[in-house]
């Protein structure tokens, strides 16, 4: 009778080792929680935590694909690694920064203006590496079937609470500071080169060269006239 048990002991913990080993791939994933995770919650507290399976390189971004009902502008990050940022257009979120530390995970904490109003909502994950290697975590798992090698993190949430609504959105959402165009400033009109006399003031430039002219051949005839009058005054003496 012991042999038998001890045959069977060794037979489940053999196959519990397999089970084990064959399940150690999917564990490293990403997870997103909501808090409070009920539909159309405002100023909702979303969690997202990717593990790191890379032995060489670290968490450099993570890219979220956005259901309806979401845009990037409804996010704000805070907390996370230090330098990191929140940005995004159209309905990808983009979060990123500085490298992590291999083996090291990344855990984002996030304000969320109002969640959707569906009770399962996928948010699609790609998370990039410091050396460019990228795991796509995006599929969706089908009904009856297993779960999928790169699962798509899912938000399972509760019914809306009584009169929530979805908030009215902006006519246009504000752009990022990075693709924002600045408005254009009008060009300063060219100071003129020079300023026109006004009337009845003297005038400068050419017009005191004619004066100098004028002035020098009245000298000259005043000149002319004082030798003419010497010599006449010499002729008239004895």
């Given at each position: 009778m012991?042999?038998?048990?001890?045959?069977?002991?060794?037979?489940?913990?053999?196959?519990?080792?397999i089970?084990?080993?064959?399940?150690a791939?999917?564990?490293?994933?990403?997870?997103?929680?909501?808090?409070?995770?009920r539909?159309?919650?405002?100023?909702?507290?979303l969690?997202?935590?990717?593990?790191?399976?890379?032995?060489?390189?670290?968490?450099?971004?993570?890219?979220?694909?956005?259901?309806?009902?979401?845009?990037?502008?409804d996010?704000?990050?805070?907390?996370?690694?230090?330098?990191?940022?929140?940005?995004?257009?159209?309905?990808?979120?983009?979060?990123?920064?500085?490298?992590?530390?291999?083996?090291?995970?990344?855990?984002?904490?996030?304000?969320?203006?109002?969640?959707?109003?569906?009770?399962?909502?996928?948010l699609?994950?790609?998370?990039t590496?410091?050396?460019?290697?990228?795991?796509?975590?995006?599929?969706?798992?089908?009904?009856?079937?297993?779960?999928?090698?790169?699962?798509?993190?899912v938000?399972?949430?509760?019914?809306?609470?009584?009169?929530?609504?979805?908030?009215?959105?902006?006519?246009?959402?504000?752009?990022s500071?990075?693709?924002?165009?600045?408005?254009p400033?009008?060009?300063?009109?060219?100071?003129?080169?020079?300023?026109?006399?006004?009337?009845?003031?003297?005038?400068?430039?050419?017009?005191?060269g004619?004066?100098?002219?004028?002035?020098?051949?009245?000298?000259?005839?005043?000149?002319?006239?004082?030798?003419?009058?010497?010599?006449?005054?010499?002729?008239?003496?004895?």
């Open positions: 012991l042999p038998t048990l001890r045959r069977s002991a060794v037979v489940l913990a053999g196959t519990a080792a089970l084990v080993a064959a399940a791939p999917a564990l490293a994933h990403v997870e997103v929680e909501a808090q409070p995770s539909a159309l919650a405002t100023n909702a507290t969690r997202l935590t990717a593990e790191a399976e890379s032995a060489t390189a670290g968490i450099a971004a993570v890219r979220i694909q956005l259901p309806a009902g979401l845009i990037p502008t996010f704000r990050l805070l907390s996370g690694p230090p330098g990191w940022g929140l940005r995004g257009s159209g309905q990808v979120l983009d979060v990123r920064g500085p490298a992590l530390a291999v083996g090291r995970d990344l855990e984002l904490v996030m304000r969320v203006r109002q969640l959707p109003g569906a009770r399962l909502v996928v699609k994950t790609v998370q590496y410091s050396d460019g290697h990228e795991d796509a975590w995006i599929e969706v798992q089908a009904a009856g079937a297993g779960q999928p090698d790169h699962p798509a993190p938000l399972r949430l509760a019914a809306p609470a009584a009169g929530a609504t979805p908030l009215p959105r902006a006519t246009s959402a504000p752009a500071p990075s693709s924002a165009t600045p408005t400033t009008p060009a300063p009109a060219p100071a003129p080169t020079s300023t026109p006399a006004s009337a009845g003031s003297p005038s400068t430039g050419d017009d005191s004619v004066g100098w002219m004028l002035g020098g051949v009245g000298i000259g005839f005043l000149l002319l006239g004082a030798a003419l009058l010497v010599l006449r005054r010499r002729s008239r003496a004895p």
